[in-house]
């Protein structure tokens, strides 16, 4: 604040997809949407999100969004199957979480960590595969929950994108494309679009 002094920064604690409204209007403003959190959105609800925060901008409005780009399958796949199996324990987690809130009684280390890309729909899944035939208790429920070895549970998608499919999303939400801003590699991009 020292160094800005004309900045002004207002923390808001909301829900992005459904609390826009909490955003005020009334000063300008700029939108920041790092990493590539929009890729977790399909294409279709990535659009409905843009739609719905350029309805809320004014116009001379920025929003800095950042995308993770369409590169090759072995690059995509070696990232989410990483030597270190930081993505695998991040994946398995997601059953310790599971655990907490809803008291099941998962063990992540009966499931294999999988992440391929589907080119089909220019995205990573992720899975986790049962390594034997399982049986999960959930106090919520009237029965057990069966799983089969060898069945997946779908945990997450991480769509990526190109420069036609940024385009293509910005003009349909109402955003004019300013800047795109990539790596030597174009793996990586923070695109700075406007509101007019």
């Known amino acids: 604040m020292n160094k800005f ?14 609390q826009l409204d909490v955003i005020p209007k009334d000063t300008k403003k700029v939108f920041c949407f790092l990493g590539s959190t929009i890729g977790n959105l399909s294409m279709e609800k990535a659009m409905q ?3 719905d925060l350029s309805e809320i901008m004014c116009s001379g409005d920025l929003l800095l969004l950042g995308f ?8 995509l796949e070696k990232a989410y199957n990483d030597s270190k199996n930081v993505t695998e324990r991040f994946n398995k ?9 809803i ?3 998962f063990v992540p280390d009966t499931f294999e960590h999988i992440a391929f890309y589907n080119e089909r729909f220019s995205r990573i899944e992720m ?10 208790s959930c106090p919520n429920l009237p029965t057990n929950i069966y799983i089969k070895k060898g069945e997946t549970i779908h945990t997450e998608n991480s769509y990526k ?3 036609e499919n940024i385009k293509s999303l910005s003009s349909g939400a109402g955003l004019d494309v300013q800047n795109i ?6 793996w990586f991009s923070l695109v700075q679009l406007i509101k007019n």
Do not use: C, W
């Open 5 to 18: 002094p004309g900045i002004r920064i207002q923390g808001i604690i909301a829900d992005f997809i459904s």
């Open 49 to 51: 999100f843009l739609v």
């Open 68 to 75: 993770d780009m369409v590169k090759s399958k072995e690059i």
């Open 93 to 101: 987690n997601i059953l310790n979480v599971v655990n907490s809130h």
């Open 103 to 105: 008291g099941t009684d």
């Open 127 to 136: 899975h986790l595969k049962a390594i034997k035939n399982l049986e999960i």
């Open 161 to 163: 994108y190109t420069d």
């Open 181 to 186: 801003f990539t790596d030597e590699n174009k």
